[in-house]
């Protein structure tokens, strides 16, 4: 059980586009979801945290306007990444849990790469 | 501020000993704490939990350790394989009150064959 997908698990895109990035859990209520981001080598920076329903809250120095997301169901969340940059190439990571909020189980990850 | 960090970046085990991950951290008040194992390109997987009124939990060849005196928190893993090479973050979780969820910086383990 507990299991959270993410798509696409890659993608390659233009500077200036935008890419929107899913994450699902599969077979569990997500009353909350997370997004996070991992340079190489690096641990895990907490992006921002979504509720079902509701705005998402951000990270300081995490541009809103730039990482939109949306949590429309308790199963769904999404991150659109706005008018990408080079400087936006990373690996995205969501997480989730259910009502007890206690443990966050993670998506597989997607990595973006802008040229 | 608070924080969860490891004692160790990298740690380079034989196939077949034990493994020992270490990860301290700051805050007393903390209700529970993960161990997570992160293989190259994926994202992290669950490997064991203990609450905050335990001293010591045993999964599959994994222990985890709690010293709630000195606020230090390890992974044990026995006959490591090279399959467990991968990072380790430990996460502090608070749910009284604001949640929280902190990270420690992550332990790379290799495994040596």
């Known amino acids: 059980g507990a299991v959270v997908s993410q798509h696409p698990s890659r993608v390659i895109c233009k500077s200036g586009t935008s890419v929107k990035i899913e994450c699902r859990s599969l077979d569990f209520q997500a009353t909350t979801m997370f997004w996070y981001r991992q340079f190489p080598k690096q641990s895990l920076m907490l992006m921002a945290t979504?509720?079902?329903?509701?705005?998402?809250?951000?990270e300081q120095g995490v541009e809103k306007d730039k990482f939109l997301i949306n949590h429309a169901s308790l199963t769904l969340s999404t991150l659109t990444v706005t008018s990408a940059h080079p400087e936006d190439s990373s690996f995205y990571i969501c997480s989730a849990t259910g009502v007890q909020r206690e443990t966050q189980y993670f998506g597989p990850g997607t990595r973006l790469l802008v040229l | 501020g608070e924080s969860v960090g490891l004692h160790l970046p990298t740690l380079s085990v034989q196939e077949g000993d034990n493994s020992i991950i270490n990860c301290a951290y700051s805050?007393?008040?903390?209700?529970?704490f993960i161990w997570y194992k992160q293989e190259s390109g994926k994202g992290p997987q669950f490997i064991i939990d203990?609450?905050?009124?335990?001293d010591k939990r045993q999964g599959q060849r994994v222990t985890v350790l709690l010293n709630k005196t000195v606020k230090h928190l390890s992974l044990q893993i026995a006959a490591t394989q090279p399959g467990d090479s991968a990072v380790y973050f430990c996460?502090?979780?608070?749910?009284?009150?604001?949640?929280?969820?902190?990270f420690g910086t992550g332990t790379r383990l290799k495994v040596l064959a």
């Open positions: 805050n007393s008040a903390s209700d529970y």
């Open positions: 996460a502090e979780i608070f749910t009284s009150g604001t949640y929280k969820y902190i």
């Open positions: 979504s509720n079902e329903g509701s705005k998402a809250t951000y």
């Open positions: 203990i609450r905050s009124n335990m």
